[in-house]
């Protein structure tokens, strides 16, 4: 069975960048829930989601650890970081992240990298049908 859209969450504990994401992401077809710490998405549970979004630098647990851990759960989830810091960027990229975009991102590249993510793992579609 396949959902009309795809579901992405949104983890960042700066409440105007969530609000951007939201109306970025939903203006694109998408649907989102936002979340305001890794802790909270991870206590609603990864299941439900197609593509996670999260901000490098929170606190508590960092984007980084967030990754790490939803990997663990869900190998194929497609896990984007942003971060308005150059040295986070880097320090993701030397651990071997691709999908690090720095703030301010562009829009059109961010969507066209969901996309294409979606579109790899199939949208995540597998766990829909249950």
Do not use: C, N
Not at 5 to 34: H, Q, R
Not at 45 to 66: K, T
């Amino acid at each position: 069975m396949t959902r009309a859209k795809a579901t992405i969450a949104v983890v960042d504990d700066d409440a105007g960048m969530l609000e951007s994401l939201e109306d970025l992401l939903e203006s694109s077809g998408y649907e989102t829930i936002a979340f305001s710490s890794a802790r909270a998405l991870l206590a609603a549970g990864l299941r439900p989601f197609d593509l996670v979004i999260a901000d490098i630098g929170m606190p508590a647990m960092d984007g980084f650890e967030l990754r790490d851990i939803a990997l663990e759960e869900r190998p194929d989830l497609p896990i984007f970081l942003v971060t308005g810091r150059h040295e986070l960027a880097e320090r993701g990229r030397s651990r071997g992240i691709d999908l690090v975009f720095r703030k301010p991102f562009d829009a059109p590249t961010l969507l066209a990298a969901i996309g294409h993510a979606l579109r790899s793992t199939d949208r995540g579609d597998d766990h829909a049908a249950e």
